[in-house]
C-alpha cells in the first residue's frame, strides 16, 4: 500500500494523499490554468521540483539562500493591538517586513476619505518610528458608488433588467466619484509623507473598478515620480461587468495576470500584484500549480517588480484565518522557485 | 501567516538589507535582481550578504541605517529610525518622501 502523506485542501483542512495522487494533482492544476487562460504548462521539471516540495515530510519548507525575496506586506498588522502605529513597529521588527502598510479598518478609498486628517496624521507619526518604506494603502471599492450606499444607479441591479446601457452610464458616474476620492487620498498622504501608494484589490467591482485605479496611478507617476505605485489585483481575472473599457487601447474586461500585468505597467505602477483564487475542494498542490503556472509568464516579461497576493485565498495559502505554516511556507517556497517572483 | 512568509521566503527587513531592496524596487521599479545589485554595490558588500543578519547588523551600525532594538541591545546613540532614513536617502541616492518633507519642516533645507 502506497505511503499516505500529510498536506492540505484550499480549505486549509489536513488530509492524506499518495505521492501519486500528489503528482497528478500538480499536472492537473496547471493543466487547468492552461487551458482557461491560455498560458504555457508546467514544464516537467517545474512539475518535480513541485512534488519534491509537496511529498516532503518536513512540517517547514523555505527558499535557499540568497533566493529570499521582498515582503510588502498589504494590510500589515493584525488590528489586534487596537495601535495602528505600534502594528507597523511590531510588523517591521517583529515579522521583518521589508515594507509596511497604513490602513483603515474600513479599507476603502470613499470610507478613508471622510477620516483622511486623522489617517494622515497617524501616517505622520508612524513614519518617525519606523524605518522600513511604508506605503498608505485602501481598496479602489467602486461598487461603494452605487446605490443605496452610494450617487449613482446600481448597475448590478440595472444589468437584470436588460439596461446595459444605462448600467454602464451608472459605473462611468462612479468612476468619477472614485477618481475624485482616491486623489484626494493620495494629495494628503504625499505631503504627509508617504513612501508609496498600494491601490490594493483592484478590479473587485470589474472593469471599471480597474480602469479608475489605473487612472490614479498614472496620474500619481506624473506628478510624483519618486512616489511608489503598487496594484494589487483582486481576482485572476478582470469582470467585465461594463465589458467594453480600455486603457492604453486594450480592453480590460477578461484580462488574465498577464494582461493585467501589462495594464499596471502602462498605467506607471512600480508594483504589480497578481491575486490566484484558491479552489477550497482542490489540493494544496493542484491550487499551487495553478498559480504557478498563472503566474510564470508574468514574472517573464515584467519589467516592474511583481510581488504575488499569498494571503488567505489566494497564492496557494488557503482559505482560513490562521493558514498553517506547512502550507504558506510551501506556497511561498513555489513561487519563489518556480516564478522568480520579486516579492509577496 | 506573516512570520512564515519572513521565514520561508523573506529577506528579513531591517534586520537586513530588505527594506532597503523594497525601496528601489517600490521607487524605480527595479526587478529584484537588480535591485538587490544596485544596493549592494551602495552598501559595498556582497549580494549574499544583503539577507545575511550578522552581516548587516555591522553594515547597519557602520552607515546609520538604523537597527532594531533587541533585549539588551539598545542602540540609543545611534541613529533612531527617522534619523536613520536620512542617512538611507544618502546611501541610496533616492529620496525619500518623509525625509524631505521633515527637512521642509525642520527648516533644514
Redesign the interface.
Known sequence: MAQRIPTRLGDGSLVELTRAEIEADLHAGSEAAAKRAKVEPLAQDEIEHLLDIFTSAAK????D?????????DG?GNADLAAPVLEQVV?????????IELWHHDYSYKAVRTVLSFQTQMLKDA?????????YGAMPDLGRYSQPDGPAPNWSELMPLGKIAEAREAQLEAVEHLEKDMWCVVEAM???????LDFDTAGASGDADLLATLRVARRVRDT?P???V?IGQAAELVLGMHGELEYDGVRLAGQWPLGQLRACTAAG???FGPAVNVNTTKSLAWNTARTCALVKPVTAE????VHVN???GVGG?PMTP??P?DA??RA??A??DICK???? | MASTHALASGMGGMRTAGDLVARMQMTRGMRLPQAKQYVAEKLGCSVLDLSDTVAMHDIRRDLGLGRIPVQDLTYAEHPGAMEAKFHIADVLGIPINSVQRFRQHAGLA
Request: no cysteine.
Open positions: 517547514f519548507s523555505s527558499v539562500y540568497g533566493d529570499e525575496v521582498v515582503l510588502s506586506y500589515a510588523y517591521q521588527n517583529h515579522h521583518g517586513a521589508d515594507m513614519q518617525m518610528q519606523t524605518v522600513v518604506p511604508l506605503n504625499v505631503a504627509a509623507g508617504v513612501d508609496g510624483w519618486d512616489i511608489g503598487e505602477a512600480t508594483i515584467a519589467t516592474i517588480p499569498a494571503g488567505m495559502v490562521y493558514p505554516a504558506t511556507s511561498s517556497r513561487l519563489v517572483i520579486d516579492g509577496l
